[in-house]
């Protein structure tokens, strides 16, 4: 996990430290001799998590935990754990929150909840509504990204029954967390359910257009998507006419819902709406990497304006590739070109009779996870298929079928694949 997982959690992180104490001095860690620490070292390391106070020593202990080795981190993590699963856990509330943060940066869900969990009991011996709230937080959006939505629902559903002070932090949240589980609900394909409790939210606040912007997302996810294009319209009205909001604010609002309005419409095969939409935002942010490559994949994949859809995405790789670059976690050693941008620029080829050329590129998105989707497997077996490797062709759509998630999207895409495997097969 990189820059962005260290941004989203810093107003998390900064929220939830306690400021009563002037920062510590200096810590003096345990000093590394080149290999991996021993077991004492490691919990001596764990240990001094104890003198961290104040958001800014806490993220820069954060990012270098996530700087090490990914062996290393799940070795202290795993100490950790056992550590914590005593009757008397060392731990104290900062520990617990950054060693949750820490777990969940590096995939570890069950470390993760556990010390979130723990950070949540700590804040209420402590009366603290505000950490008890962002332990909570924590663990419902860890879960979420994790696709653990049945444990992200139960843990709505456990801060939703927690008692607090009228207006105080936990109440505050209360909307937010309400949203968090209907989504929790609907990627659980419960859409009947999610789609009730939206629409229970948006009737008891129908000016709060963040509950229609959720009910948007419940009828996108169960395949409503003609309804779900026509909420995000009435959203995009909603928030250009909210007032209480700082222009630059309420521009990101709009700029987030016309992206999403983007893909549903691509969706439906509207190409010139979606295309519509990300003109829209290309003119807010010409060199948005994403906002590129989308508008060139969508031509691509519609196979019109073939020649500035290769330029468009093409320039989302470099400007990508600069992001990169300036990031504080860049290594040249490491670091490669997004699987679903080479993906983009190897379809766009592929449509221009590019062929050979877009092999190397659909050939370099597959080689991490990240591409190894069915989408882009089906990609390259079309590429193989048209340079007369039928058995490599076939090869991969099986690969693609093997890869399918539970999403609809990917569940619709299998079934065309597994038509072209029993075509080709004769």
């Given at each position: 996990?990189?820059?962005?997982?260290?941004?989203?959690?810093?107003?998390?992180l900064?929220?939830?430290?306690?400021?009563?104490?002037?920062?510590?001095?200096?810590?003096?860690?345990?000093?590394?001799?080149?290999?991996?620490?021993?077991a004492?070292?490691?919990?001596?390391?764990?240990?001094?998590?104890?003198?961290?106070?104040?958001?800014?020593?806490?993220?820069?202990?954060?990012?270098?935990?996530?700087?090490?080795?990914?062996?290393?981190?799940?070795?202290?993590?795993?100490?950790?754990?056992?550590?914590?699963?005593?009757?008397?856990?060392?731990?104290?509330?900062?520990?617990?929150?950054?060693?949750?943060?820490?777990?969940?940066?590096?995939?570890?869900?069950?470390?993760?909840?556990?010390?979130?969990?723990?950070?949540?009991?700590?804040?209420?011996?402590?009366?603290?509504?505000?950490?008890m709230?962002?332990?909570?937080?924590?663990?419902?959006?860890?879960?979420?990204?994790?696709?653990?939505?049945?444990?992200?629902?139960?843990?709505?559903?456990?801060?939703?029954?927690?008692?607090?002070?009228?207006?105080?932090?936990?109440?505050?949240?209360?909307?937010?967390?309400?949203?968090?589980?209907?989504?929790?609900?609907?990627?659980?394909?419960?859409?009947?359910?999610?789609?009730?409790?939206?629409?229970?939210?948006?009737?008891?606040?129908?000016?709060?257009?963040?509950?229609?912007?959720?009910?948007?997302?419940?009828?996108?996810?169960?395949?409503?998507?003609?309804?779900?294009?026509?909420?995000?319209?009435?959203?995009?009205?909603?928030?250009e006419?909210?007032d209480?909001?700082?222009?630059?604010?309420?521009?990101?609002?709009?700029?987030?819902?016309?992206?999403?309005?983007?893909?549903?419409?691509?969706?439906?095969?509207?190409?010139?709406?979606?295309?519509?939409?990300?003109?829209?935002?290309?003119?807010?942010?010409?060199?948005?990497?994403?906002?590129?490559?989308?508008?060139?994949?969508?031509?691509?994949e519609?196979?019109?304006?073939?020649?500035?859809?290769?330029?468009?995405?093409?320039?989302?790789?470099?400007?990508?590739?600069?992001?990169?670059?300036a990031?504080?976690l860049?290594?040249?050693?490491?670091?490669?070109?997004?699987?679903?941008?080479?993906?983009?620029?190897?379809?766009?080829l592929?449509?221009?009779?590019?062929?050979?050329?877009?092999?190397?590129?659909?050939?370099?998105?597959?080689?991490?996870?990240?591409?190894?989707?069915?989408?882009?497997?089906?990609?390259?077996?079309?590429?193989?298929l048209?340079?007369?490797?039928?058995?490599?062709?076939l090869?991969?759509?099986?690969?693609?079928?093997?890869?399918?998630?539970?999403?609809?999207?990917?569940?619709?895409?299998?079934?065309?694949?597994?038509?072209?495997?029993?075509?080709?097969?004769?």
């Amino acid at each position: 996990m990189g820059t962005q997982f260290i941004a989203a959690q810093a107003v998390l992180l900064a929220s939830v430290v306690m400021a009563a104490a002037p920062p510590s001095a200096p810590i003096t860690r345990t000093k590394r001799s080149g290999g991996s620490q021993d077991a004492a070292g490691l919990r001596q390391s764990l240990l001094e998590l104890n003198e961290l106070t104040g958001a800014g020593p806490m993220r820069g202990r954060l990012k270098e935990m996530i700087d090490e080795r990914p062996d290393d981190v799940k070795k202290l993590l795993a100490v950790a754990f056992e550590m914590a699963k005593k009757k008397d856990q060392p731990f104290n509330r900062n520990a617990t929150f950054l060693l949750a943060m820490t777990a969940e940066s590096a995939k570890e869900v069950q470390v993760s909840a556990h010390f979130y969990r723990l950070n949540a009991k700590q804040s209420a011996k402590l009366g603290s509504e505000r950490g008890m709230a962002q332990a909570y937080l924590g663990l419902i959006q860890m879960y979420q990204d994790n696709k653990k939505f049945a444990e992200s629902e139960k843990a709505c559903k456990e801060i939703l029954s927690l008692e607090g002070a009228e207006e105080g932090d936990l109440d505050g949240v209360r909307p937010s967390v309400m949203r968090s589980m209907v989504v929790a609900i609907a990627r659980q394909g419960d859409f009947e359910r999610a789609l009730k409790l939206a629409n229970e939210l948006v009737k008891g606040d129908p000016k709060n257009w963040l509950h229609l912007a959720l009910k948007a997302r419940v009828l996108r996810e169960a395949d409503k998507l003609d309804e779900a294009a026509r909420t995000y319209l009435d959203v995009i009205k909603k928030v250009e006419k909210e007032d209480r909001l700082k222009e630059a604010v309420r521009q990101d609002y709009v700029d987030d819902y016309r992206y999403l309005l983007s893909g549903i419409y691509t969706d439906l095969n509207q190409i010139d709406k979606a295309a519509a939409q990300l003109k829209l935002l290309l003119e807010r942010e010409p060199n948005n990497p994403t906002f590129n490559n989308d508008l060139g994949y969508v031509w691509a994949e519609s196979g019109t304006n073939l020649p500035e859809a290769e330029k468009l995405i093409r320039k989302a790789i470099d400007e990508d590739r600069k992001q990169r670059k300036a990031g504080p976690l860049y290594n040249a050693e490491t670091d490669r070109d997004s699987s679903a941008y080479l993906d983009s620029l190897g379809w766009v080829l592929f449509k221009q009779g590019k062929t050979k050329e877009a092999r190397s590129y659909l050939l370099e998105a597959i080689k991490d996870k990240e591409g190894q989707h069915t989408e882009i497997y089906d990609h390259l077996a079309e590429v193989y298929l048209e340079l007369g490797e039928k058995a490599e062709a076939l090869a991969t759509w099986k690969k693609a079928v093997e890869s399918a998630t539970p999403s609809k999207r990917d569940q619709k895409r299998k079934a065309e694949v597994e038509k072209k495997i029993e075509k080709h097969e004769k």
